[in-house]
């Protein structure tokens, strides 16, 4: 039967393109902007990770209650002897520290005056050593515009757009003019060996890296750092492992009595993105919700148009005396046809669009231009197992739902008036 | 006598008060107490923070109210470091940069050396009445000395702290208490006195402490070890060369 039903939709094109149109076009947008949704997750959640949090981060308890403001006076002290304990209870995680600090960016003239300055923030890692994890995840080399790596002590790499803004270049000397963790004035001069983009605004427009080592003499914090990052080896963040590692730190190390000893806490909880993760999840089934709605509306009235364009059709078939429930589940097959070869369409279009995106992204630079967001400028799709399936929900269940909603005229034909009908 | 000793009661405190003086001319007693031509001060400033404190000592030289020179003695790291106050300008000096470098913009908002006080607490002019509008709030007590509350509001537009309160000692015309506030009536920061000492006939605070109210810790405690008026400063210590000396 539903070979003979297919063959119908085929040779009756007005039965079916309409429809396959609709379908197609609704989940088209629902798997390109469920896809994009996704991309633009995945790229906070990956950005708030390597730039900001980690998968799971250790601070004093301390320095985490000021943490949005580095209070370095307030960093954890003994971090070697923290990081070999981390080694050996969680050899599975990758362990860095960072230190992140604030302060004035100075460029001499030829007589060692100010020549320009600005504000700078900083993010000292480790950047000497060529297997440092922080070069790969944050793909420091890939994002040197001008100039090489720091390759010795003193060298530094500046935001490309900062350092056209101070009129410097690779191989200028700079003044980092901050506070040690006592409280001093420090003044450190560095050399620019290499300027730098990573598509995240409030980076490119004011920011400094320096190896952790160079910037732990600079502001007196030997053995110190604001932050340990731990990071799952396959850089994706394991919602259920990383809450049980946490507890079971904060358990063991964390002293409710001492403010200087280590808590660990998870990227959500630590980036306040908890909240933002559960709307977006909630995001994506209210977006479900509105294209089933939308494309059922429209295809109960297609539906509509098509059982009044099917009177004749519908009434000889009651006439011959074909069971009116059987007449409504033939419609309902023909649906289903109609909802799985839209999607089909629409899966793969909306697919093909989002991969597009994926790999060349759309750079929205323009709106972050004073952000401080530490989220990228260049927003990508991401396709994913969910991106093929999403679109058949709404797909399926709209034209089912209109087709129902529509073939209940059906049920109200009588069949002693049929004849009658059929004679106009 | 009766009616003589009930009116006599009646309009003694309005006497009292026509005694007192108005409140511009109480801030100009006060200036004219704190302000010399010159005066060069050595200094140490106590920082109380919350890793604990640290000392820091200094040697300032100042002619009038707009020519600074601090160079710091110790500790080690401080040592050497210099800041020159030229007008509205403020350089600084680090011997291990070896730069002179001016300190500008959000930078003056900083603490100084981790201290309690800002680089803008140091660019401020000192004479009150050039910024300030004063009012008399009342008498009170402060370390047993009788002393007048004034409110004083800013002038002009810029001012680190929109409104001060200060409590002024009725007799030596010294601040023996300070509120700095915002221009929200947030209270910034409290500076209250310590020791007196009198110096060449002027009453001068050797000890104060500066508390930022918005930081944690005990504040920090300047204490002046030394203090001369009116020295003949040469110029030259008051130029951008003597930085680098």
Do not use: C
Request: no cysteine; glycine share 8%; net charge neutral.
């Amino acid at each position: 039967m539903i070979k003979f039903l297919l063959k119908g939709l085929m040779r009756d094109r007005s039965r079916s393109l309409f429809p396959v149109l609709t379908v197609f076009i609704g989940v088209f947008l629902a798997v390109f902007i469920y896809s994009f949704m996704n991309g633009v997750l995945a790229d906070m959640v990956r950005s708030t990770a390597h730039y900001q949090t980690g998968h799971v981060r250790i601070m004093a308890q301390a320095y985490a209650k000021e943490a949005n403001q580095n209070p370095n006076d307030l960093a954890f002290i003994g971090v070697a002897k923290l990081l070999d304990v981390l080694n050996e209870k969680y050899p599975e995680m990758i362990w860095t520290p960072r230190i992140k600090f604030g302060g004035l960016l100075d460029i001499p003239d030829e007589k060692g005056e100010t020549k320009t300055q600005g504000p700078v923030s900083g993010m000292a890692l480790n950047l000497f050593s060529s297997s440092s994890v922080e070069i790969r995840l944050l793909k420091v080399k890939e994002a040197i515009m001008r100039g090489r790596m720091p390759k010795q002590p003193g060298e530094i790499l500046i935001g490309d757009e900062f350092a056209k803004k101070l009129q410097v270049s690779p191989g200028d000397t700079a003044t980092l003019i901050s506070s040690t963790m006592y409280g001093s004035m420090a003044m450190t001069n560095f050399k620019i060996a290499g300027t730098v983009q990573f598509g995240v605004a409030a980076m490119d427009r004011g920011t400094i890296f320096a190896d952790i080592s160079d910037i732990q003499v600079a502001l007196d914090m030997q053995d110190t750092a604001g932050e340990i990052l731990g990071f799952f080896p396959d850089d994706i963040y394991h919602e259920k492992q990383a809450p049980i590692m946490a507890a079971a730190f904060n358990k063991e190390f964390k002293d409710s009595d001492n403010q200087f000893s280590p808590q660990m806490g998870t990227l959500p909880d630590e980036s306040g993105l908890a909240d933002y993760l559960g709307l977006i999840d909630s995001m994506s089934i209210i977006i479900i919700m509105i294209f089933v709605v939308a494309m059922s509306i429209v295809l109960w009235n297609a539906g509509l148009m098509g059982s009044l364009r099917r009177y004749g059709e519908i009434g000889v078939r009651m006439a011959i005396g074909e069971a009116r429930g059987h007449i409504y589940k033939t419609l309902i097959l023909e649906s289903v046809s109609i909802g799985i070869f839209g999607s089909v369409l629409g899966t793969l279009a909306g697919v093909a669009v989002a991969y597009l995106m994926q790999i060349y992204g759309l750079n929205f630079g323009f709106l972050f231009k004073n952000s401080a967001l530490m989220i990228s400028s260049v927003y990508r799709a991401q396709v994913t197992f969910g991106s093929f399936i999403i679109g058949f929900a709404p797909g399926i269940i709209s034209t089912v739902l209109g087709t129902a909603i529509a073939g209940i005229g059906i049920y109200k034909r009588q069949t002693s008036q049929l004849f009658k009908e059929l004679e106009v | 006598m009766k009616y003589a000793m009930i009116t006599l009661l009646l309009i003694l405190p309005a006497l009292l008060f026509s005694q007192a003086p108005s409140a511009q001319e109480i801030i100009e007693r006060v200036d004219k107490n704190t302000l010399s031509d010159s005066k060069i001060v050595v200094s140490k400033m106590i920082i109380h923070g919350r890793r604990g404190e640290r000392t820091v000592e200094a040697k300032s030289w100042q002619r009038s109210i707009d020519h600074s020179f601090t160079e710091y003695l110790a500790p080690a790291r401080e040592k050497g470091t210099k800041m020159l106050k030229l007008g509205d300008q403020l350089w600084t000096y680090s011997p291990a940069t070896d730069r002179i470098i001016l300190i500008s913009g959000h930078m003056l908002r900083q603490s100084v050396l981790g201290s309690d006080l800002s680089y803008e607490d140091m660019m401020e002019d000192p004479f009150l009445q050039n910024m300030y509008e004063a009012k008399i709030i009342g008498p009170d007590t402060v370390a047993n000395r009788p002393v007048w509350i004034l409110e004083l509001k800013a002038k002009k537009k810029g001012i680190a702290y929109d409104t001060r309160k200060i409590w002024v000692d009725q007799e030596r015309f010294i601040i023996l208490k300070e509120n700095l506030y915002a221009k929200s009536g947030t209270l910034l920061k409290q500076i209250t006195l310590g020791e007196m000492m009198q110096v060449e006939g002027r009453w001068i605070p050797k000890t104060a402490l500066y508390k930022d109210v918005l930081k944690e810790g005990t504040g920090t405690e300047m204490i002046v070890d030394s203090i001369t008026f009116n020295e003949n400063i040469p110029d030259y210590i008051f130029s951008k060369a003597s930085l680098r000396k």
